[in-house]
């Protein structure tokens, strides 16, 4: 049964957010930023054994999920496209492999441009960097996380515009989470996004930083001292 969660609940869901590494730390950063009363971010208790979030047409799944079809039955009611999660397997949604990366080496700093790292989120936002994300929703979203201290944005500026960027987002007391790491195309092979990624987690040396990529990624982020911690799926829903 999916219910809304309410402030009362609170206890409950951070002793199942604990439980959780990576997952658990990104819905427990959102939850501290949005709250429960969210209309824009949303928070469900899964029959008392997981945490669902919803943030666009996105998913982030914290627990075990008992009933699968009721879970995929939601997901399709509320226009949700994707889900990520370390223990549900969805039966009809295609699997797309990605893998959780662990920063374990040492964080050197490559300098191949300076950084920006107050860069103006606006004009970060409606780059072009971010291909398939809305400019607006992502806009919205990241200066929430910044202003909260969950979240921080560097920025590669050549001649007044952003052409590459990377972020830390679900900041915590331990851990972190790296996304939105992205260079323009005709930008790409100076060495920007390495000098982003070395540059942020140079910065969180007292912090966990996690990221997901897709496969053919693991060896650039193994280079910057990222080694594999597990493989996951994140499932995309298949049209009718």
Not at 47 to 54: E, I, K, P, W
Not at 87 to 92: D, E, N, P
Not at 194 to 206: H, I
């Amino acid at each position: 049964m999916m219910t809304q969660i309410t402030v009362q609940q609170a206890p409950w869901v951070s002793e199942i957010l604990a439980k959780d590494d990576f997952i658990g730390m990104r819905i427990a950063s959102a939850l501290r930023c949005y709250g429960f009363a969210s209309k824009v971010c949303r928070f469900y208790a899964v029959n008392s054994s997981a945490v669902l979030m919803t943030l666009g047409d996105g998913a982030l799944l914290c627990g075990d999920a008992p009933d699968v079809e009721e879970l995929e039955s939601f997901l399709r009611f509320a226009n949700l496209r994707t889900l990520q999660a370390n223990k549900t397997m969805l039966y009809h949604w295609n699997p797309v492999p990605r893998l959780l990366m662990r920063h374990t080496g040492a964080a050197e700093i490559l300098c191949s441009a300076p950084v920006e790292m107050q860069p103006d989120l606006w004009a970060l936002a409606h780059s072009g960097l971010f291909e398939n994300l809305s400019p607006d929703a992502w806009y919205a979203d990241t200066c929430l996380r910044v202003n909260h201290g969950e979240a921080a944005v560097f920025a590669i500026i050549k001649e007044g515009a952003p052409v590459a960027s990377a972020g830390l987002y679900a900041i915590g007391e331990k851990s972190a989470y790296l996304t939105a790491v992205a260079t323009k195309k005709e930008q790409r092979g100076n060495g920007y996004a390495s000098t982003l990624v070395s540059t942020l987690c140079a910065m969180q040396q007292n912090r966990t930083i996690y990221l997901l990529c897709a496969p053919p990624l693991r060896k650039f982020y193994e280079q910057l001292g990222f080694t594999l911690a597990l493989p996951l799926c994140e499932f995309e829903i298949l049209e009718k």
